[in-house]
């Protein structure tokens, strides 16, 4: 199994710029998960899903759009890329009945905006 | 609003070593507790989950204990090597089923 695949590794982007970040996962896992890292913070949630068309909003949403077709993908959109944006992008999934287990994590996808 | 607070912030020990990292939550009310290594520049990896109903996980020479009256959690590592240098990072259940993070301890072990 691959896991959870996310693409591209690195990005630049122009402020103002959009693109989305693939996230795939081959566990049949019902939980996928966006979560940013900024320099020196914790990881914090952006979005998540609990099952194909269904999404919700975490903790720091603003500028960001998911969507979910499929049990295994899980794109995340920026529309309108700002510096604010730049950090590190984790997607994870996870696939107990309850999503209190554990998450895996995919490698993590590097993003400037300038 | 559940917090997750990681002490040291960086530690460093020789190879061989016994350490304690440590970790501590505000709202006992947690479900389950992950602990995670993170390689510079890599993603996580999932090192231990300790359920709500546990006192304490094993793997090799890692354990983690809960205790959850206390709010905190320790990773004991055995042993230490040079490349279990990483950050490592705790994170505990959300209620939108999300994990909330420390900020990580980022440990150097000299050889």
């Known amino acids: 199994n691959a896991g959870v695949t996310q693409t591209p590794k690195f990005r630049i982007l122009k402020i103002g710029q959009s693109m989305t970040l693939q996230c795939a996962q081959d566990?049949?896992?019902?939980?996928m998960y966006w979560y940013r890292q900024d320099p020196g913070m914790g990881l914090k949630l952006i979005y998540y899903?609990?099952?194909?068309?269904?999404?919700d909003k975490g903790e720091v949403p603003n500028g960001y759009n998911v969507s979910r077709s499929t049990t295994e993908d899980f794109p995340l959109r920026l529309e309108l890329a700002a510096p604010s944006q730049t950090s590190v992008y984790f997607c994870a999934s996870s696939g107990a009945a309850s999503s209190y287990n554990e998450q895996f994590f995919g490698p993590g996808t590097r993003l400037t905006v300038l | 609003k559940q917090e997750v607070t990681q002490i040291p912030a960086a530690l460093s020990v020789p190879e061989g070593e016994n350490l304690v990292l440590n970790c501590s939550f505000t709202?006992?009310?947690?479900?389950?507790l992950q602990w995670f290594r993170q390689d510079p520049g890599k993603g996580l990896t999932s090192l231990l989950l300790i359920q709500s109903s546990q006192r304490e996980q094993t793997s090799g020479r890692l354990n983690a204990s809960l205790d959850k009256s206390s709010g905190r959690s320790t990773l004991y590592i055995a042993a230490s090597q040079p490349g279990d240098s990483a950050t490592y990072l705790c994170?505990?259940?959300?209620?939108?089923?999300?994990?909330?993070f420390g900020k990580g301890t980022k440990l150097s072990v000299k050889p």
């Open positions: 899903s609990v099952g194909a068309g269904i999404t």
């Open positions: 566990m049949n896992h019902n939980y």
């Open positions: 994170a505990v259940w959300g209620s939108q089923g999300n994990l909330i």
């Open positions: 709202d006992s009310a947690i479900y389950n």
